[in-house]
């Protein structure tokens, strides 16, 4: 199995602000996910975070609003700019094991915009 | 149609009690099945993976899946208040995407 971690667990951020929110793997992966719950939703995948090229995004989400980075196989970080509280939600980092084809997610980011 | 249909309950159930919990799907070519669990306050935690259909046992928990019916169930023997947790199923066609359904909320009374 994966163990990832994220930061920061949760926040409180005022809108127009950005958030940027570290997701840290304890093994390389070449897949790693970004995905956002809200609440009573299915998760809603937001981008496929690719290492060493531009992020895949998903219809809805757009690199401007949702950056991604990911200089490494093992971390990943998604910013969430301009924020407005319709993007208050949890935000989970995930990866696919390659030998198994097993999803992990993190703990999630808690994030609320007043 | 979504991908994958699952109802969110919420299911309440006394102590020791057999749970079902089911998701159907739409997409034939679906092979990657599985259940999380997700505390409150949680990242979702795998529980189960299956691939093609069949049982898998682990422990009190079983998972089936029906893929002439397209449905897939989780059943919790000798349910315990530390099951209680939000349960989503996923599955996928192949090994690096998958849907998620909403999840049902699960309630284990002591």
């Known amino acids: 199995s994966a163990v990832i971690s994220q930061k920061p667990s949760r926040d409180i951020c005022q809108r127009g602000t950005s958030l940027t929110i570290q997701c840290q793997v304890d093994?390389?992966?070449?897949?790693m996910f970004w995905y956002r719950q809200q609440p009573g939703q299915s998760l809603t995948l937001i981008a496929t975070?690719?290492?060493?090229?531009?992020?895949?995004?998903e219809s809805g989400f757009v690199i401007d609003k949702f950056p991604i980075s990911r200089p490494n196989l093992t971390f990943s970080t998604l910013t969430v700019s301009n924020m407005s509280p319709e993007d208050s939600s949890i935000y989970l980092c995930?990866?696919?094991?390659?030998?198994?084809?097993?999803?992990?997610f993190g703990p999630g980011t808690r994030l609320t915009v007043t | 149609q979504k991908e994958v249909e699952q109802d969110p309950g919420p299911l309440s159930v006394p102590e020791g009690a057999i749970v079902s919990l089911n998701c159907t799907y739409s997409?034939?070519?679906?092979?990657?099945f599985m259940w999380y669990r997700q505390y409150s306050r949680k990242g979702p935690e795998l529980l189960m993976y299956?691939?093609?259909?069949g049982n898998k046992e682990d422990g009190r928990f079983t998972a089936q899946v029906d893929k002439s019916s397209k449905y897939i169930s989780l059943f919790i023997r000798d349910s315990q208040p530390s099951d209680s947790a939000t349960y989503l199923c996923?599955?996928?066609?192949?090994?690096?995407?998958?849907?998620f359904g909403t999840g049902t909320s699960l309630t284990v009374i002591p």
């Open positions: 299956t691939y093609s259909s």
């Open positions: 093994s390389q992966v070449t897949m």
């Open positions: 996923a599955m996928g066609v192949t090994g690096n995407q998958f849907y």
């Open positions: 997409n034939s070519a679906f092979q990657y």
């Open positions: 995930s990866v696919i094991s390659q030998s198994s084809y097993e999803q992990y």
């Open positions: 975070a690719n290492q060493g090229s531009e992020a895949t995004y």
